[in-house]
């Protein structure tokens, strides 16, 4: 059973507004687009949502975490489409928008955005490495590591991040194969058993601040290295 810590509903509900900056309906239509988002089990379905938060973004280009979900959506339609990079582009440009709102957010605010661009940056570089356009895709790993380190500086403890270095870190120890480098992977799985300890410590605060959108990747990953060994 996950251990959350209890704040009163009020304190939620003003640090939500102060976050989201909006009013009940756009809220409401940010919440119902993020249910779409978890409900998805296609890039079909998972367009849907990043248009509803599109569409709320579109209306409010300063709403800042209209913009974060709308950019996290098309990087997971991305992911699950064939058109990786014209999705891609579009989840960069929503992005794009986040930053405009950079200098206004506090320090664990902006570790969530550099996650967001780290994500980006360990996708777009996919598809380039495929084309064999190793120039390129090395301008998004390099984008990656950048955000990530940058991340850390905003909040040294945030479980984002940490789940991101640590998959790519097992995802690394495994790429070599027949080959496989148990030290990455054992680096890894710790810094995903932190961010899982981190989490289950965390408030449980409205569902669209982004802070926690690849908690469920965690069990995933240690499944696997679990499996593999």
């Known amino acids: ?14 640090c939500c507004n102060i976050i989201i900056g909006q009013s009940e309906q756009l809220e409401s239509e ?15 379905e998972e367009l849907i949502s990043a248009k509803r938060f ?8 300063t709403n800042w975490v209209a913009a974060y979900w709308t950019s996290f959506v098309y990087s997971q339609v991305a992911n699950a489409s064939e058109d990786k990079l014209g999705h891609l582009a579009t989840s ?10 950079f200098s206004t957010l506090s320090n664990k605010e902006k570790a969530y955005v550099m996650a967001l661009k ?50 790519s870190s097992i ?27 981190v989490f ?3 408030p449980v605060n409205n569902k669209l601040i982004p802070d926690r959108w690849n908690e469920p990747w965690i069990d995933f990953w240690l499944q696997r290295v679990k499996q593999e060994q």
């Open 1 to 14: 059973m996950r251990k959350h810590l209890i704040i009163p509903v009020l304190f939620v509900t003003l």
């Open 92 to 101: 960069f440009s929503y992005f794009k928008r986040v930053e405009t709102q």
């Open 200 to 202: 289950n410590t965390m």
């Open 30 to 44: 940010m919440l119902e687009a993020l249910s779409l988002h978890e409900s998805a089990k296609s890039a079909s």
């Open 54 to 61: 599109a569409a709320v973004s579109d209306s409010q280009p």
């Open 171 to 197: 995802g690394a120890g495994y790429r070599n194969k027949p080959t496989t480098d148990y030290e990455k992977i054992n680096t890894g799985k710790e810094l995903l058993e932190k961010a899982k300890e």
């Open 118 to 167: 780290a994500l980006i940056g360990s996708l777009y570089q996919i598809p380039y490495f495929i084309k064999g356009d190793t120039k390129k895709g090395m301008e998004f790993v390099n984008l990656q590591k950048q955000a990530m380190e940058k991340g850390f500086l905003y909040d040294g403890e945030s479980p984002l991040l940490m789940v991101l270095k640590g998959t």
